[in-house]
T-cell receptor, first 111, second 117 residues
Framework: GNSVTQMEGPVTLSEEAFLTINCTYTATGYPSLFWYVQYPGEGLQLLLKATKADDKGSNKGFEATYRKETTSFHLEKGSVQVSDSAVYFCALRSSASKIIFGSGTRLSIRP | NAGVMQNPRHLVRRRGQEARLRCSPMKGHSHVYWYRQLPEEGLKFMVYLQKENIIDESGMPKERFSAEFPKEGPSILRIQQVVRGDSAAYFC???????????????FGQGTRLTVV
C-alpha cells in the first residue's frame, strides 16, 4: 500500500542554519506530494505541494522537489528562523481518496 | 470564505458517555476527511466521506465509532461509550469535488481535543 516515511525528530537547529527534512514515499501511479506544518495547538496548514515529477514546490523560503527516481520529496530551507519551530508532515495523495501522512518531524530553532 | 470549522474545540467526556464532533467544510467543498492524532504522534486516517456517502472507512475502529455527512449540515464523528484511549485530537479536513481532487490539498480545521476522564 501507499506510505510515507519521514525523518524522525526532534530536530534542533540554531537560527539561520540550513534545514533538510527527509521524506520518501511508496505509491502506485503518480501521486501528488505535500508538506504540511502544524504549530502548537493548531490544525495543519499546507506549506507547499508538487503534483508531478520534477516539480518544485516553494513557500515562505521552504522548497521541496518531487523526485520520482528516488521517490523523495525532501523539505529544505536555507536559513531557518525561530518562528519556523513547528511539526512538519510530509504527505501524499495517489487517487481521489485519502491523503496519507508521515509521522511528522518536530523542529525547534534556537535563537 | 470561512475555513473548515470544527466544534467544539475542547470536549471532556466521562468514560461510557458519547462524544459528538462536528465539522463544517469550506464553502463549495463536498469531500470531508477525519483524522486522529495522538499526543506526539502523526495523523491517522479514519474516514473519507462525500455528501451522504462513506467512500473509505478503512481507518475507523470496528466498534463504537461512526461518521456521517448528511445532505444538509455538518459532518459528524460519533464515538459511543468512550474510553480513556479515545483521548486525542480529532481533525477534520475538506477538499473540492472530484475532478480536481488528485492535485488538490485538503484544508484542515483547528481540531477537537477530546479528553476522556
Amino acid at each position: 500500500g501507499n506510505s510515507v516515511t519521514q525523518m524522525e525528530g526532534p530536530v534542533t537547529l540554531s537560527e539561520e542554519a540550513f534545514l533538510t527534512i527527509n521524506c520518501t514515499y511508496t505509491a502506485t501511479g503518480y501521486p501528488s506530494l505535500f508538506w504540511y506544518v502544524q504549530y502548537p495547538g493548531e490544525g495543519l496548514q499546507l506549506l507547499l505541494k508538487a503534483t508531478k515529477a520534477d516539480d518544485k514546490g516553494s513557500n515562505k523560503g521552504f522548497e521541496a522537489t518531487y523526485r520520482k527516481e528516488t521517490t523523495s520529496f525532501h523539505l529544505e530551507k536555507g536559513s531557518v528562523q525561530v518562528s519556523d519551530s513547528a511539526v512538519y508532515f510530509c504527505a501524499l495523495r495517489s487517487s481521489a481518496s485519502k491523503i496519507i501522512f508521515g509521522s511528522g518531524t518536530r523542529l525547534s530553532i534556537r535563537p | 470564505n470561512a475555513g473548515v470549522m470544527q466544534n467544539p474545540r475542547h470536549l471532556v467526556r466521562r468514560r461510557g458517555q458519547e462524544a459528538r464532533l462536528r465539522c463544517s467544510p469550506m464553502k463549495g467543498h463536498s469531500h470531508v476527511y477525519w483524522y486522529r492524532q495522538l499526543p506526539e504522534e502523526g495523523l491517522k486516517f479514519m474516514v473519507y466521506l462525500q455528501k451522504e456517502n462513506i467512500i473509505d472507512e478503512s481507518g475507523m475502529p470496528k466498534e463504537r465509532f461512526s461518521a456521517e455527512f448528511p445532505k444538509e449540515g455538518p459532518s459528524i464523528l460519533r464515538i459511543q461509550q468512550v474510553v480513556r484511549g479515545d483521548s486525542a485530537a480529532y481533525f477534520c479536513a475538506s477538499s473540492p469535488p472530484t475532478g480536481r481532487t488528485l492535485n488538490t490539498e485538503a484544508f484542515f480545521g483547528q481540531g477537537t481535543r477530546l479528553t476522556v476522564v
